[in-house]
């Protein structure tokens, strides 16, 4: 749920560890004050390291397990953010059904208190980027495929629990390497959308925009005009604030007939659901003639595109 940009070491939830990760009684919780002023308490059975970073809601600290030398990431909302109780409630129901959804690209907590009416979030820690420090030129078709189709999967099992995202962007899509060098996605930031103001041009369901977001970053991607940083890459990709570039020429085509019609201006004209849309990418591989294996993405260089290379060292629609 964080809102950071930061390329290594950075958190994300993953599936709950309530064995080694119990409650923290706000007894035994310090006054959330400031980050600088946690930094070496202890929290439960955890005691705070270092700031990991801090974005527009909140800062992330990294935190070690007093018994077990365990690692995670322990998110406080800033101040300012929970002076409207309704937000404060939306985020922390928000956060509650993300324990519900099992699915690989979705973060999920470990544990969640209230201290001083400001809600901590504990977090499995993980190294990897964001997508938006990720990108820094047009990524290969076979790349941006099999990210969307990650990102497809994490969304058709938040809706299948009534979640929209509501607010993807460049930076809440990490990018996690795993052994042989594939990008595994996490989504972040589920819950986000209750705390922002409304996007302007917001106002499809938020299913549908959660689609059309994805059509909207498979076009950033294949013309690498995906901002790295700075508010731009914070802004939700349904919104008018991002300008849709045009296709390259060269781009196979029937992917670019899934991701136009991904956009598509009416959501009537859009596929129904993120389910639908992944199969259309799956099927866009074949239609245009096969793609690089899963194990090889991230790690080749195509002709004219870029694939570029992970960090050296975070009620379902109908189709």
Same mark, same amino acid.
């Given at each position: 749920?964080?809102?950071?940009?930061?390329?290594?070491?950075?958190?994300?939830?993953?599936?709950?560890?309530?064995?080694?990760?119990? $409650?923290?009684?706000?007894?035994?919780a310090?006054?959330?004050?400031?980050?600088?002023?946690?930094?070496?308490?202890?929290?439960?059975?955890?005691?705070?390291l270092?700031? %990991? $970073?801090?974005?527009?809601?909140?800062?992330?600290? %990294?935190a070690?397990?007093?018994?077990?030398?365990?690692?995670?990431?322990?998110?406080? /909302?800033?101040?300012?953010?929970?002076? #409207?109780?309704?937000?404060?409630?939306?985020?922390?129901?928000?956060?509650?059904?993300?324990? &519900?959804?099992?699915?690989?690209?979705?973060?999920?907590l470990?544990?969640?208190?209230?201290?001083?009416?400001?809600?901590?979030?504990?977090?499995?820690?993980l190294?990897g980027?964001?997508?938006?420090?990720?990108?820094?030129?047009p990524?290969a078709?076979?790349?941006?495929?099999? &990210? /969307?189709?990650?990102?497809? #999967?994490?969304?058709?099992?938040?809706?299948?629990? $009534?979640?929209? !995202?509501?607010?993807l962007?460049?930076?809440?899509?990490f990018?996690?390497? #795993?052994?042989?060098?594939?990008?595994?996605?996490?989504?972040?930031?589920?819950?986000?959308?209750?705390?922002?103001p409304?996007?302007?041009?917001?106002?499809?369901?938020?299913?549908?925009?959660? /689609?059309?977001?994805?059509?909207?970053?498979?076009?950033?991607?294949?013309?690498?005009?995906?901002?790295?940083?700075?508010?731009a890459?914070?802004?939700?990709? !349904?919104?008018?604030?991002?300008?849709?570039p045009?296709?390259?020429?060269? %781009?196979?085509?029937?992917?670019?007939?899934?991701?136009?019609?991904?956009?598509?201006?009416?959501?009537?004209?859009?596929?129904?659901?993120?389910?639908?849309l992944?199969?259309?990418?799956?099927?866009?591989?074949?239609?245009?003639?096969?793609?690089?294996?899963?194990?090889? /993405?991230?790690?080749?260089?195509?002709?004219?595109?870029y694939?570029?290379? $992970?960090?050296?060292?975070?009620?379902?629609?109908?189709?």
């Amino acid at each position: 749920m964080s809102r950071l940009d930061v390329t290594t070491s950075v958190p994300v939830f993953t599936r709950p560890l309530r064995s080694t990760c119990r $409650g923290v009684p706000a007894s035994e919780a310090p006054p959330l004050s400031s980050a600088a002023s946690l930094v070496g308490q202890q929290v439960g059975h955890f005691r705070l390291l270092r700031e %990991l $970073g801090r974005g527009s809601l909140g800062v992330v600290l %990294l935190a070690e397990h007093a018994l077990i030398q365990k690692r995670v990431a322990i998110q406080v /909302l800033h101040a300012h953010v929970t002076q #409207d109780p309704a937000r404060v409630a939306r985020f922390l129901q928000a956060a509650r059904t993300l324990t &519900l959804i099992q699915d690989a690209h979705i973060v999920s907590l470990y544990d969640l208190g209230m201290r001083d009416g400001r809600p901590f979030l504990i977090m499995e820690y993980l190294e990897g980027q964001s997508l938006a420090a990720f990108a820094k030129g047009p990524l290969a078709p076979a790349l941006v495929v099999d &990210l /969307l189709t990650q990102v497809c #999967d994490a969304l058709g099992a938040a809706h299948a629990h $009534g979640i929209a !995202h509501g607010s993807l962007n460049p930076t809440s899509i990490f990018l996690v390497p #795993d052994a042989k060098g594939r990008q595994h996605v996490k989504l972040l930031d589920f819950g986000i959308a209750g705390l922002l103001p409304p996007s302007e041009g917001a106002a499809d369901s938020p299913v549908a925009a959660d /689609l059309f977001a994805v059509g909207v970053l498979g076009a950033l991607l294949v013309t690498g005009r995906l901002p790295s940083r700075g508010h731009a890459a914070e802004e939700p990709l !349904h919104g008018h604030a991002w300008e849709v570039p045009p296709l390259p020429s060269d %781009l196979r085509s029937a992917l670019s007939r899934v991701l136009l019609k991904a956009m598509a201006r009416r959501p009537v004209d859009r596929y129904a659901s993120a389910a639908g849309l992944r199969d259309a990418l799956h099927a866009s591989v074949a239609l245009d003639g096969g793609a690089a294996p899963p194990e090889s /993405l991230g790690l080749e260089r195509l002709p004219g595109w870029y694939a570029l290379r $992970g960090p050296p060292g975070v009620a379902p629609a109908s189709r």
